[in-house]
Each structure stands twice: as structure tokens, then as C-alpha cells.
């Protein structure tokens, strides 16, 4: 089986900062896709910055400058640095993996999901 745990979210005021991290665990024998979306309040959830082939990641155009994506290959983690938070950053995060088992399935996980909370 695989597991997703994420975590890093909370309340911070506008201007501020946090990181993400989502640990992958299990039966893996590759990781394809690695990344977070989000979804805000009566908003339908949206692609956040993703690892899809590669090295560089994709970033939606309202985090370009202000989030980085980056990953521990040999922990299967990604992270999610978030600086120059806004109030409209306020969202439910996920993070989503595409990967082989070892047994040879293509599996599609999501996490759990962590709040953050932009706010003075």
C-alpha cells in the first residue's frame, strides 16, 4: 500500500510564510508526478506547482516569484515553500502523486489535504 502524509499548514498573516511537505511511503517503485493543488472556499480545486517530467516545475501564474517547489527524491517528499502569503492563498492544500508499485500498478494518491489560513 502507499501512504501520503502531509503537513505544514496553519495561520499566518499576510506577508508571511510556510512550507509544505508531503511524504510518500510503501510498496513505490517510482514516483511520475509529484505536486500540490489547492482548493479555496466555493472554488473548484486548482493545480498549485508540480513536478510532471523533468526537473523544473509547473507553477500557476498567481504563485509565480512568491511559492518553490522542491523535492527529496531519496524520501519521496515534496515540499511547498509559500512566501509573500496572501489572504486569496487561503486554501485547503493537497498534495497529489502519480506512481509505479512495486508490483507494477500506476496508481493516482491525494492527501489528506492541510488548511491554510492567510490572515491579519
Known amino acids: 500500500q502507499v501512504q501520503l502524509v502531509e503537513s505544514g499548514g496553519g495561520l499566518v498573516q499576510p506577508g508571511g510564510s510556510l512550507r509544505l511537505s508531503c511524504a510518500t511511503s510503501?510498496?513505490?517503485?517510482?514516483?511520475?508526478?509529484m505536486g500540490w493543488y489547492r482548493q479555496a472556499p466555493g472554488k473548484e480545486r486548482e493545480l498549485v506547482a508540480s513536478?510532471?517530467?523533468?526537473?523544473?516545475?509547473n507553477y500557476a501564474d498567481s504563485v509565480k516569484g512568491r511559492f518553490t517547489l522542491s523535492r527529496d527524491n531519496a524520501k519521496n517528499t515534496v515540499y511547498l515553500q509559500m512566501n509573500s502569503l496572501k489572504p486569496e492563498d487561503t486554501a485547503v492544500y493537497y498534495c497529489?502523486?502519480?506512481?509505479?508499485?512495486?508490483?507494477?500498478?500506476?496508481?493516482?494518491?491525494w492527501g489528506q489535504g492541510t488548511l491554510v489560513t492567510v490572515s491579519s
Open positions: 510503501g510498496s513505490i517503485r517510482s514516483i511520475g508526478v
Open positions: 497529489k502523486v502519480l506512481l509505479w508499485t512495486t508490483d507494477f500498478r500506476y496508481l493516482e494518491r
Open positions: 513536478f510532471t517530467s523533468g526537473d523544473s516545475p
